[in-house]
């Protein structure tokens, strides 16, 4: 069975950086794309940015962009979400994915606090 282990979040001062990473337990095959998503207290989850496997094609939700870069390491199997210049809005659990042909695999999620 796969699974995704995330990195520790934590809590930062607004305005500050913070690196997720996750890494799958093995290879996946099929892997086509590998992404963050992330979900407030009382909202739905949102997507934050995805990668393409082949490529490396980004795509980032609006209200990340230039903030947030996302990357990946197809060897390690690894995916990196680095969070710039964050704001209290930030606050989330952030959960990584990984999607394949036949099937989507989620991390535990991690719990990112914006605060001051």
């Known amino acids: 069975q796969v699974q995704l282990v995330e990195s520790r979040g934590g809590l930062v001062q607004p305005g500050g950086s913070l690196r997720l990473s996750c890494a799958a337990s093995?290879?996946?095959?099929?892997?086509?794309?590998m992404g963050w998503y992330r979900q407030a207290p009382g909202k739905q989850r949102e997507l934050v940015a995805t990668i393409t496997t082949s490529g490396g094609s980004t795509n980032y939700a609006d209200s990340m962009k230039g903030r947030f870069t996302i990357s990946r390491d197809n060897v390690k199997n690894t995916v990196y979400l680095q969070m710039n210049s964050l704001k209290p809005e930030d606050t989330a659990v952030y959960y990584c994915n990984f999607r394949a042909l036949k099937y989507d695999y989620w991390g535990q999620g991690t719990q990112v606090t914006v605060s001051s």
């Open positions: 093995e290879r996946i095959s099929g892997l086509y794309a």
